[in-house]
């Protein structure tokens, strides 16, 4: 099967700035495969060539269906009984096993082999779309997704969309859901950032019920697969941008979109102009970021949904939250002010679906603007004036964590440590090995190429055992985490050295800007140290921009294999200063 193996050696991508999530059901998946078992035509898979590489147009669903079936993801019924695919009998399969890069079932029914080898020749139908353009392939897939089959209104919007509005929707839903990645990725990366439910169980890496939305019921788990929440954001950035509350019906999003009777998308294009893409990511990832920080650390295990409307039910609370962030919003961004007396906002909008007008629909912009000013009645005592026009430290979480989420299809970008000093119990002193190894990873991030920005985390651990060994080192309990990354913090070792939290980044500070680090870099990467507050602990984030040619450190050139640092000697270096042609 010459699919598997384009699949296998990352010949095969997908491009997320119009793809779907992963959504089949592992009923879609069984029927296919059952399709296939039986010799029945199943549909064309469309695929855009690109040298040696393919991009999916079409088919996306069904390739993770077949692919999963063949490393035994699932297994199907045949007359009353679980069978799965014998690897053994499809060798290319079994020489991914023998890598460890798959497993293989044991104990288990399997497929007869000429049951396997009429399965891996069946002709899959396939159509290579050539073309370099990338509008052709954007069109193509705009009109295969846009008839609304099997799509909700808002996936339908999305389909191929990729103006300034589709893609600002897309990036910041991405970023708040936790599947955050780059835009063009192999397909088996997918899985990853693919969303799951304690209900289908697809080992995909992002759980519906601990996202932000499912976490705190403003909206359930269907509703996310539905795209719910780019919906939502697609309300926020439009009501943010225009001015005044949108009056969100399927009519007016569709117009805004370009879709409707009426094209307003070029009214909201000239607003993210005026305005630009990355303020309004900005400001509406800041606000995010503040709710999320009220909401796990000051609401104290009761969920948001719980607090505006205690008598909802199993009902989401999308519009109390639409109200809750524009409030907050006007007072963040508009006000330049910051919540002080987090106990107070909670009492404050405790219940607050009561005091709201509602609709059976969506309320019209009059009603939404007397809901939001209701609710900042409420909360703005309970504000004050930001003594800074820089982001506060808890303004980050949303960042961050999309920064934890990219880390796992772009390593060689991401770095992690838990901090400077040692975990031996017998000596905690400053790792002055640990720091040269660090000052080696900032060099190798300097030459990952022109325009291209590293990012280092001081106080986080990627790994379950050194997160164990910090909490039992430092007597921390129930250390925060997101995924497989705690957040250990450096409050711990600022207590260590026995100074404040401010003192001990200064002296980080101090030794970065004495080092032996390139006099451009250090310059750099001195101006762009930021503490990030995540649920309690501050993270300090070393943001890595290139120059315009590459850096030696130590009279060595270093650069980032994956997640490694690693030394490039020789005739090597020509590659490393093409990257900066």
């Known amino acids: 099967m010459e699919a598997y193996e384009l699949y296998r050696n990352n010949k095969l991508f997908i491009n997320r700035r119009y793809q779907r999530k992963l959504v089949w059901s592992k009923k879609e998946k069984k029927d296919l495969i059952d399709s296939i078992m039986q010799q029945y035509p199943i549909p064309l898979v469309l695929l855009a060539a690109s040298q040696d590489n393919y991009e999916i147009i079409d088919g996306m669903q069904r390739l993770n269906a077949i692919f999963g079936f063949i490393e035994n993801h699932f297994p199907i019924e045949i007359n009353g009984i679980e069978v799965w695919f014998n690897i053994s009998d499809y060798p290319f399969a079994q020489t991914q096993v023998n890598k460890e890069i798959i497993s293989k079932k044991i104990d288990v029914d399997f497929l007869l082999q000429e049951q396997v080898s009429a399965f891996i020749q069946y002709p899959f139908p396939v159509t290579i779309f050539k073309t370099g353009s990338t509008d052709e392939i954007n069109e193509t897939f705009r009109r295969i997704n846009s008839t609304g089959i099997k799509l909700s209104p808002q996936e339908v919007r999305q389909a191929g969309n990729v103006s300034k509005f589709s893609t600002l929707v897309r990036t910041i839903a991405s970023e708040i859901r936790g599947d955050a990645s780059r835009d063009i990725l192999p397909l088996q990366d997918m899985p990853e950032i693919s969303i799951d439910s304690n209900i289908s169980k697809h080992q995909y890496g992002i759980l519906a ?63 993210i102009n005026a305005i630009g893409q990355e303020n309004i990511r900005t400001n509406l990832l800041t606000v995010f970021s503040e709710i999320s920080n009220f909401v796990d650390h000051h609401l104290k295990g009761v969920r948001l949904k719980n607090v505006l409307n205690p008598s909802s039910g199993s009902n989401p609370v999308k519009e109390p939250f639409y109200t809750l962030f524009m409030a907050f919003y006007d007072l963040i961004i508009n006000n330049n002010k910051k919540p002080f007396n987090h106990e107070q906002i909670k009492k404050s909008i405790t219940d607050i679906s009561s005091k709201l007008v509602k609709s059976s629909n969506y309320t019209t912009t009059a009603d939404r603007v007397n809901n939001i000013n209701i609710c900042k009645g409420l909360i703005q005592d309970y504000f004050k004036n930001s003594d800074s026009t820089f982001r506060s430290a808890t303004s980050y979480i949303m960042d961050f964590q999309a920064y934890l989420m990219k880390s796992k299809t772009e390593a060689a970008i991401y770095d992690f440590k838990q901090g400077f000093y040692k975990l031996d119990q017998e000596n905690r002193s400053f790792d002055e090995d640990s720091f040269y190894k660090i000052l080696c990873n900032i060099s190798a991030m300097a030459n990952l190429g022109k325009g291209k920005t590293g990012f280092l985390f001081i106080g986080v651990t990627d790994k379950l055992a050194d997160t164990k060994r910090v909490a039992q080192l430092d007597s921390i309990n129930d250390i925060p985490s997101y995924h497989e990354f705690g957040i250990v913090g450096l409050e711990r070792e600022a207590k260590i050295k026995k100074v404040t939290l401010d003192s001990y980044i200064a002296e980080i500070t101090r030794r970065l800007s004495v080092s032996e680090l390139d006099a451009g870099l250090k310059t750099r990467v001195t101006k762009d140290l930021t503490p990030i507050t995540y649920h309690g602990n501050t993270v300090l984030m070393i943001k890595v921009v290139c120059g315009v040619e590459p850096v030696y450190f130590d009279d060595k050139l270093y650069q980032r294999d994956g997640a490694n640092c690693v030394e490039v000697k020789g005739s090597k270096q020509k590659e490393i200063f093409k990257l900066f042609v």
């Open 209 to 271: 019920e601990e996202t932000f939305w499912c976490k705190h019921g403003i909206m359930n788990v269907s509703d996310l697969k539905e795209s719910a929440d780019e919906q939502l954001i697609s309300d926020l950035i439009l009501s943010c941008s225009l001015g005044t509350p949108f009056p969100a019906s399927k009519v007016a999003f569709d117009n805004y979109y370009g879709s409707g009777t009426n094209d307003k998308s070029k009214e909201i294009e000239v607003k």
